[in-house]
Nanobody
Framework: QVQLVESGGGLVQAGGSLRLSCAAS????????MGWYRQAPGKQRELVAS???????NYADSVKGRFTISRDNAKNTVYLQMNSLKPEDTAVYYC??????????????WGQGTQVTVSS
């Protein structure tokens, strides 16, 4: 089994910054694509940013130029640096990881979510 533990959410004023972290642990042979998604009340979960094991990166148009995704493979951790936050960024943010386990099976795992609230 694999666990993803997120941290770093909270309440911030518009224009402020937050840094989210997601640490993976458990039966991990390799961490492949990783990403951050978010879900606002009444809306569908949407991709915010993703990063491959080769560090190819993709961002949602709404966060380009403000958010930066990165990963530390030695720590099995992915980060999301969020700058110039807007009230519309308010959502629960979820970490996502594509994992190959030591048994050589592939699965997708999700974190428990961390709340980000941006006040105007």
């Amino acid at each position: 089994q694999v666990q993803l533990v997120e941290s770093g959410g909270g309440l911030v004023q518009a224009g402020g910054s937050l840094r989210l972290s997601c640490a993976a642990s458990g039966s991990i042979f390799s961490l492949n694509d990783m990403g951050w998604y978010r879900q606002a009340p009444g809306k569908q979960r949407e991709l915010v940013a993703s990063i491959t094991s080769g560090t190819n990166i993709n961002y949602a148009d709404s966060v380009k130029g403000r958010f930066t995704i990165s990963r530390d493979n030695a720590k099995n951790t992915v980060y999301l640096q969020m700058n110039s936050l807007k009230p519309e960024d308010t959502a629960v943010y979820y970490c996502n990881a594509h994992v190959t386990s030591w048994s050589m099976s592939n699965a997708i795992y999700w974190g428990q979510g961390t709340q980000v609230t941006v006040s105007s």
